[in-house]
């Protein structure tokens, strides 16, 4: 998997050009839908009452738009103005859907009847079923230098595909563990964050989950689908109540957060218990196993590639890479 | 941006001590119907910032066609439980003074340090430069 992170900022690779084909890719818009869903899931909001959510690299708005679909309220932040731009093309887009359905609207009625009587209606709203809500805010900004709004503001926040981009630096200033710091105080407490990020190795993952922990959050780092190389993801899982201690307050989640903080080696640990099936839902793909201790093959070729990329000394790949080594005493 | 988010956003330069309410300097804006959601205001409410709320509705009315609708001048909304008892019109007001009024191109004016962020197309421009971090 090449690694756009280390070409440099993220409001200079995502252009004009790459913002419209990120949107436009069918593959892409499937497949952060899925994760969106996930880390909505992984947030637990208050019995599904709409939420006003932070999406921090909203990108172009695929991610908000899942949020929308939810019935919440976002306002989201991104660094590249491109990926702006496409998201405020969606979101006229959306308004013009809307104008020709209100010419139409008598054809829907019965629709609507049926609607109210459903009783899946996620929240009872003043026009009745689950609404879409409307498209939401978009701000200029760097999430690594701390993010523009008073204490206390969201509900929860969301982060889709974004994160990995703050473990780099592009010139001297940019001091990752710092970068990751700068965001903290901006959710209302007991609000959570589910932020899904692509780490290039475990130590990225550390860094982040470590990050998470000096700033005084309890939580931990979700790995869905840990085998398999495409569909594994990991998900940061974080709570904002300063005073947390002991692993009872999360009992939503039991199996599914992390509340060591660091462990021995790993780090990242998979969740123990399926965190679908904690969810009282039926689990979906394979089975998740525990993480093993050593590192894999494919790892360590992985990460001796992303090595030799920045221009790092690595060793030749041979037949014994990865190799087992016999025990001794 | 709509007000809502204006109510959230408070600029972090560098020598900035609370940094809130931005001063808003209207080039345009745009007014926008939506549907009333009374559940997710109620649940709102008590987090936004009234007093700052008022001011902004003062900066953005003499720039708006129709006159938006005038908000008691004093409320108090920390109170989840009292704000159920609001009536139907006020909660049609506060609705739309946060959700439909945007300010589409102007600028945010940081109260401390005079900082002006500018706003294009309706959105705030917040990066800071390598000198406010
Ligand atoms: C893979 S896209 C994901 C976008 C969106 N969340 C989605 O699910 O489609 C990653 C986004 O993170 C943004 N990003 C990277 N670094 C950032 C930073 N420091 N601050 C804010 N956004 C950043 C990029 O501009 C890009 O839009």
Not at chain 1, 15 to 35: C, F, H, L, P, T
Not at chain 1, 302 to 314: M, P
Not at chain 2, 64 to 86: G, K
């Amino acid at each position: 998997m090449s690694r756009p992170e280390l070409t440099g900022h993220a409001s200079l690779f995502y252009n004009e050009k790459e913002a419209r084909k990120y949107d436009s890719s069918s593959r892409m818009v499937g497949i952060q839908r899925e994760i969106t869903e996930r880390a909505i899931e992984l947030l637990k909001l208050p019995s599904n009452r709409p939420s006003f959510i932070l999406d921090v690299g909203c990108g172009s708005g695929l991610s908000g738009q899942v949020l929308e679909e939810h019935g919440h309220v976002w306002v989201g932040c991104d660094v590249s103005r491109d990926m702006l731009n496409m998201a405020n093309e969606r979101i006229e887009r959306k308004r013009e859907e809307a104008m020709g359905e209100g010419d139409s609207s008598e054809d829907d009625s019965d629709n609507d009847m049926n609607d109210n009587n459903d009783s899946n209606n996620d929240f009872n709203n003043s026009k009745g079923g689950t609404e879409e809500s409307s498209p939401g805010d978009l701000l200029h900004h760097d999430m690594g230098t701390g993010l523009p709004f008073r204490p206390a503001s969201f509900d929860a926040c969301i982060s889709i595909s974004a994160l990995q981009w703050l473990c780099y630096s592009n010139t001297k200033e940019q001091i990752p563990k710092k970068r990751l710091t700068a965001s903290s105080h901006h959710y209302t407490k007991g609000a959570r964050a589910v932020l899904q990020f692509y780490p290039e190795s475990s130590e990225h993952a550390i860094l982040i989950s470590e990050c998470a922990a000096k700033v005084g959050f309890a939580g931990g780092i979700v790995v869905d689908y840990p085998n398999s190389t495409k569909a594994k993801k990991h998900y940061l899982v974080l709570s904002f109540e300063r005073s947390y201690k002991a692993p009872q307050g999360l009992t939503g989640l039991e199996g599914a957060l992390l509340n060591e903080g660091r462990s021995g080696s790993g780090g990242v640990r998979v969740a123990d218990k399926d965190p679908r099936r904690a969810a009282g839902k039926k689990s979906r793909g394979p089975p998740r196993k525990k993480k093993g201790g050593g590192k894999t093959k494919e790892w360590i070729l992985h990460k001796k590639e992303t090595q030799r990329k920045k221009g790092k000394d690595t060793r030749k790949d041979t037949k014994f890479t990865g190799r087992k080594r016999p025990m001794r005493f | 941006m709509r007000l809502l988010t204006h109510n959230f956003l408070q600029s972090n330069v560098r020598g900035t001590e609370k940094g809130y309410p931005l001063n808003i300097e209207v080039t345009t804006i745009k007014y926008e119907e939506s549907p009333v959601d009374k559940e997710f205001l109620l649940n709102l409410l008590p987090k936004v910032n009234y007093n700052a709320l008022v001011a902004a509705v003062k900066q953005m009315s003499p720039h708006c066609e129709q006159p938006l609708p005038e908000l008691p001048e004093t409320m108090d909304v920390s109170n989840a439980e009292q704000n159920q008892n609001l009536d139907d019109a006020t909660i049609s007001n506060l609705h739309k003074v946060l959700f439909d009024v945007y300010l589409v191109e102007g600028w945010l004016i940081c109260p401390d340090t005079g900082r002006k962020f500018p706003v294009k197309e309706c959105i705030p421009n917040m990066i800071l430069h390598e000198d406010e971090i």
